[in-house]
């Protein structure tokens, strides 16, 4: 079992950043693929990037490529996702996700195993 705690979420500007962190606890965080998702109001949760267990590889939803960046510390059981760039668009739920089966790279929401319970990030126009 694996608990996730986002932060980071926030109102912001278009054209801003914003950077979550994604802490995790329970079993090695390290043995786990990670990704984030979105969800906006109305709207199914989709993709937005993952990394492997190991961080040497990422993979991002065209929409966010080139103004958002995956990243994570496993000695400090954190996974991180830089935002640039902020469109309103970007207006969403962001949740953190774990997927204990490695399926990497994968944007399927069943395939991610443990949740966190999300972070409200807001872009005004």
């Known amino acids: 079992q694996v608990q996730l705690v986002e932060s980071g979420g926030g109102l912001v500007q278009a054209g801003g950043s914003l950077r979550l962190s994604c802490a995790a606890s329970?079993?090695?965080?390290?043995?786990?693929?990670t990704g984030w998702f979105r969800q906006a109001p109305g709207k199914e949760r989709e993709f937005v990037a993952a990394i492997n267990w190991s961080g040497g590889n990422t993979f991002y939803r065209d929409s966010v490529k080139g103004r958002f960046i995956i990243s994570r510390d496993n000695a400090k059981n954190t996974v991180y996702l830089q935002m640039n760039s902020l469109k309103p668009e970007d207006t969403a739920v962001y949740y953190c996700a774990a997927d204990r089966d490695r399926l990497f790279p994968t944007a399927r929401v069943n395939a991610y195993d443990y949740w966190g319970q999300g972070t409200q990030v807001t872009v005004s126009s």
């Open positions: 329970g079993r090695t965080f390290s043995n786990y693929d």
